[in-house]
């Protein structure tokens, strides 16, 4: 199936571009209700996600008509919040299924909706938000936005922060995100700081032997890689691919490993007092 569009009349109210926010020049022909500044745009969401949720989004874009009994205007909301739930579930497993298979262009046009609709309904300070921002960055870090990727991660730091019983589950996926950005703009030290984090909180959530525990090795691994740091790259690869038998050679090694790691730092921030009182 292809997206179908129709010119808008020119006597019509300016439209907002679906995915770029640019005035509209083209209306998707089926749902009649979203609107695009170009073809390139309409493919990109079709693709992405528009095919899934062009008949979805009728009903959640048609507002209630006004005068009607209060009984049933309720009943309606519920109905609304029900769908709008159902479409961030929608969006959110799509985009999530594209970054697995590598296809981050592909994934955006999805996350950005997880986000927006996330953002109607619980808000746009709620800790709900905070898996849409993570999508979104890590497609972004996919295609190498890494300036707009920062921006994303800022603003789930800022919920999170603002969050005190936030789950270490989404603080884990926070910091494991905040990692793979520090590694993909060559920040290292940074990123195997946020790593060591992601590395703790998943293992005190989920388990030293979790696969999430075992995702953030591998990860510190690829940086001491990039790093030419070999023989603990070569460790950390092979604990990871023992994790299921050898949960206590693991935390063995974690601890060894941070013990080293904060004497690393505080070697580091001795160099820097030293260099500094030099002048
Ligand atoms: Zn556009
Ligand atoms: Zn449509």
């Not at 109210?13 to 209700?33: D, S, V, Y």
């Not at 159902?86 to 970054?99: E, G, N, V």
């Not at 295609?143 to 921006?151: D, F, N, P, R, Y």
Request: net charge positive; glycine share 4%; hydrophobic share 45%.
């Amino acid at each position: 199936r292809k997206p179908r569009s129709v010119a808008l009349a020119t006597l019509e109210r300016p439209r907002r571009c679906e995915l770029c926010g640019a005035a509209a020049r083209l209306r998707c022909g089926r749902c009649r209700i979203t609107h695009y500044c170009d073809v390139d745009h309409q493919k990109a969401d079709w693709v992405s996600i528009h095919e899934k949720i062009c008949q979805l989004l009728v009903p959640v874009r048609t507002s209630l008509p006004f005068l009607i009994p209060e009984e049933e205007r309720k009943r309606g909301v519920e109905q609304l919040v029900k769908r709008q739930k159902y479409i961030i579930d929608l969006t959110y497993s799509t985009a999530q299924k594209f970054l697995w298979d590598g296809k981050h262009e592909k994934a955006m046009p999805a996350a950005l909706h997880a986000l927006r609709f996330s953002t109607d309904v619980y808000g746009s300070s709620s800790v709900q938000l905070v898996p849409a921002y993570l999508l979104l960055a890590e497609a972004c870090i996919g295609v190498g936005h890494h300036l707009q990727a920062s921006k994303y991660l800022s603003q789930a730091q800022w919920i999170v922060l603002r969050t005190p019983d936030c789950s270490a589950a989404v603080q884990h996926r926070l910091h494991r995100s905040l990692g793979l950005l520090c590694a993909a703009e060559g920040n290292f030290e940074q990123a195997l700081y946020h790593l060591a984090n992601d590395i703790y909180l998943a293992s005190s959530t989920f388990g030293l032997k979790s696969i999430e525990t075992s995702g953030g090795c591998f990860h510190m691994a690829n940086v001491f890689f990039c790093q030419n740091k070999m023989d603990i790259a070569d460790s950390l690869y092979a604990e990871v691919s023992k994790t299921s038998t050898h949960p206590v050679s693991v935390s063995l090694f974690f601890f060894f490993f941070c013990a080293l790691f904060n004497v690393f730092l505080f070697l580091t921030a001795f160099n820097m007092m030293v260099t500094i009182s030099a002048f």
